[in-house]
């Protein structure tokens, strides 16, 4: 359905605080908990195109690292296996509020939000197994697409400054983000050839309305 809701497009800036993690072969399911996760830090620009649909550009900075000791499983505890990584990214976003919402405005101060979208980034595995360093193809610099997607909430502090908290997870169609081959040895099959590696960002952003709206209203859908 479609209404005149008075509203402008709006621009916002803001800085992105929170914790990377991994999925894959040497960390199966853990999201939180056994020092699954590390500082991770970024910034981004918002487009909101009405109170309901915004877009984003985003770049961060993240470390990830996992280790088969600290596994439930003991095919991984066996393995001995461990890695960590720097990784850029840089995002592009659509995002779209459940509830209407504008930064700023009293009568709409906040609303939960998904977002889907699609990251580029660059990592550089550095990877053991029972001590020994990986060396192969798969522990060297890489890059990848990863589809990007994600819950959150946004929630207005003044009339220029909102507080975000938001959960997104990426899935890299990669399955070497851990630098962990895709060999069998004598004992055990090293990585999974099918098993695509996953990373996670969830942190607080706190943004700031670079507009100031006019007068002019716009359609809003």
């Known amino acids: ?7 402008q497009k709006t621009s916002e800036f803001g800085l992105l605080l929170g914790r990377s993690y991994y999925l894959g072969e040497i960390n199966p399911k853990t999201h939180w908990g056994n020092d699954v996760g590390s500082f991770c830090f970024g910034a981004i620009f918002r487009y909101n195109l009405n109170e309901r649909y915004a877009l ?5 900075r993240a470390k990830l690292e996992a280790e088969d000791i600290q596994s439930d499983l003991l095919f991984n505890r066996d393995r001995k296996a461990e890695f960590s990584t720097k990784l850029t990214e840089l995002n ?11 930064l700023g405005n009293r009568d709409m101060p906040f609303s939960p939000y998904l977002f889907t979208g699609f990251s580029y980034y660059w990592y550089n595995p550095s990877t053991t197994v029972d001590g020994t360093s990986v060396v192969t193809s798969e522990a060297s610099d890489g890059s990848g697409i990863a589809f990007t997607f994600g819950p959150g909430i946004k929630l207005n502090l003044g009339r220029k400054i ?3 908290m938001e959960w997104g997870f990426r899935k890299t169609y990669k399955d ?5 081959p895709n060999l069998e040895n004598e004992l055990y099959e ?3 050839g099918y098993n695509n590696d996953w990373y996670g960002i969830m942190g607080f952003m706190l943004t700031y ?3 100031n709206e006019g007068p002019c209203p716009h359609m809003n859908f």
């Open 209 to 211: 309305k670079l507009t």
């Open 176 to 180: 070497n983000l851990d630098g962990l």
């Open 162 to 164: 909102s507080l975000n």
């Open 92 to 102: 592009g976003l659509i995002e779209f509020n459940f509830l209407p919402y504008k």
């Open 1 to 7: 359905m479609i209404g005149n809701l008075h509203s």
């Open 190 to 192: 090293q990585g999974k």
């Open 56 to 60: 984003r550009l985003g770049v961060n």
